[in-house]
């Protein structure tokens, strides 16, 4: 269903899910607004950024997998979807996509996330 490089990058997604558990929750107006990240540092920035805040966006409990799992979960699979429209610049089926899951106020934060994280992996 997906190939060997969205697996690599739905374990990276994974694993800042992991680190992020024990964290506290992040507002996502806040955090995309204090995003400025460049270099090094801003792949991990966004990424945990957008693990941190995704579960404010969706109107239930996002499920996550441990890294390595073969198993993908509905909302890996959209995440992955989504940063694969952004990577493709399919804007109309990525605000359809955003449109299923997120809450319309915050829309324009998980897209610019996604948006940043597709930056980070180029080759999606």
Known sequence: ?????????????????M???????????????????????????YIDTFVKCLPEALPRRIKWFRPGTTEISFDEAWVLRCLSRVAAQDYDSLGFLLRSQIDPARRRYIGFLLGRISEQFPKI
């Not at 269903?1 to 899910?17: C, D, P, Q």
């Not at 680190?19 to 270099?39: H, I, K, P, Q, W």
Request: net charge negative.
């Open 1 to 17: 269903m997906f190939n060997e490089h969205e697996y690599s990058i739905l374990n990276t997604l994974r694993l800042a899910a």
């Open 19 to 45: 680190g992020c558990r024990a964290a506290a929750r992040t507002d996502l107006f806040e955090a995309c607004a204090l995003l400025c990240v460049d270099g090094e540092d801003a792949r991990r920035t």
